[in-house]
């Protein structure tokens, strides 16, 4: 799939005008994963956001006895790794490709270049990140507290 397609129908883009689309797009890295590779792990220093455009990728964490417990399956158009792009710390979980996978790559650095050429839409993706990781917060608490 084009890159400015996968940017476009991602939620966290909803709003941006057709050149902050396109911006973003030329941006954007193509990264392809092959079933099984691990794209990053619990512990490496994060600053990418992640779209998945095709296959599947698994989130999980390490339990006290080093084995990976699943947490989530993601598919298109699903996206991971925004922390890394708010605060720049440890990465949460590990995320491997369940399936062959082709993802889009943002880094910090990608979007403080956008945020110069255009803050407005800038500032909607910052907000559109805080609503994502509002939701996956308030579904994390609802699994604990087995409301879910």
């Known amino acids: 799939m084009e890159k400015l ?3 476009a129908a991602s939620p966290l ?3 941006l005008a057709p050149q902050e689309l396109s911006r973003l797009a030329e941006l954007a890295r193509t990264l392809h994963c092959t ?8 512990g490496d220093l994060g600053d990418s956001l992640f779209l998945l455009t095709r ?7 390490r339990g006290r006895d080093g084995t990976l417990h699943p947490l989530a ?14 605060d720049k710390d440890y990465r949460s979980a590990t995320v491997r490709a369940h399936t062959d996978a082709h ?10 270049v956008f945020r110069q050429s255009h803050p407005d839409g800038f500032t909607f993706v910052v907000v559109n990140i805080a609503r994502s990781l ?15």
């Open 35 to 42: 079933a099984g590779e691990v794209i990053f792990e619990e």
């Open 73 to 86: 399956l993601l598919s298109p158009p699903e996206f991971f790794g925004e922390m890394g792009l708010i």
């Open 55 to 61: 296959g599947q990728v698994e989130v999980a964490r």
């Open 103 to 112: 993802l889009l790559q943002l880094t910090a650095q990608d979007l403080r």
């Open 134 to 148: 509002a939701a996956r917060l308030r579904e994390a608490n609802a699994r604990l507290s087995g409301n879910h």
């Open 5 to 7: 397609a996968v940017i």
């Open 13 to 15: 883009f909803e709003m």
